[in-house]
């Protein structure tokens, strides 16, 4: 009954996203997730995805990896990642109606792992290209999206909490940001991110303890595709 998590598979079985051409450890990197996850995972643990789970622009093209993905052991709750084009924030609820007892979808809602809250929302941080306004209204709307997260925890009667994000939690040189308060104000154990790919990437924000908080990165290609122990049972 471990907790784990793995972030950014990017699958694609069914659009042409060969992602070796971004580097060489992407290499059959599917067969690499799926051995390592069948080793480590037992169908008892839960593991939570942290978004880009697929290249797919829909889920019809989605379909391929969502279901590599269920067929893998374990429980799977899934966070939304900036590739995700399959899942509309608006319809979080409708995806877990149609993948129930099967995948769950973290977004404005929070599920138990023992006695801890897993919350979470995709995230935001400023990578360079961004207009002010765009940047200050994709974190707002993130941030609220969070504190709904937590706070539906919260009113359910948890006190503690483990926090998700897709983005790092912080914009490169940040030493906090609005996201790494709001884990504050709440007390979050740890704070979980991936998107960092590439080894010049991996040190984008913040690794191990920082005002108490844990920060793990768990991108795959960090990871070399081995599913993180979070919490072990
Ligand atoms: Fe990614
Ligand atoms: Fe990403």
Redesign the pocket.
């Given at each position: 009954m471990s907790l784990y998590a793995i972030g950014?598979l990017?699958l694609a079985f069914s659009v042409d996203k060969p992602m070796d051409l971004f580097d060489r450890v992407w290499k059959n990197h599917e067969k690499k997730i799926e051995k390592f996850w069948n080793r480590r995972i037992r169908p008892e643990d839960t593991v939570v995805l942290t978004g880009?789970h697929s290249w797919g622009r829909n889920l019809g093209e989605c379909t391929a990896d969502l279901e590599f993905i269920m067929r893998l052991p374990g429980r799977k709750i899934l966070l939304r990642?900036n590739?995700d084009m399959f899942w509309d924030a608006k319809k979080t609820e409708r995806l877990n109606e149609q993948f129930a007892g099967r995948l769950e979808f973290l977004q404005n809602n929070f599920y138990r792992y023992q006695d801890y809250a897993l919350v979470g929302t995709k995230g935001y941080c400023y990578e360079g290209w961004d207009a002010p306004e765009h940047f200050e209204k994709l974190m707002a709307r993130e941030l609220a999206r969070l504190r709904t997260s937590f706070e539906a925890a919260r009113a359910a009667g948890f006190e503690r909490y483990l926090m998700f994000l897709h983005y790092p939690p912080t914009s490169i040189g940040e030493m906090e940001s609005p996201f790494t308060q709001m884990a504050e104000e709440y007390g979050a154990s740890k704070v979980i991110y991936?998107?960092c790919?590439g080894r010049e990437r991996f040190d984008d924000s913040f690794k191990g303890y920082v005002n108490g908080i844990e920060y793990k990165l768990v991108?795959a290609d960090y990871l070399k595709f081995k599913p993180e122990l979070i919490i072990k049972e």
């Open positions: 950014d990017h880009d990642g590739h991936s998107h790919h991108s």
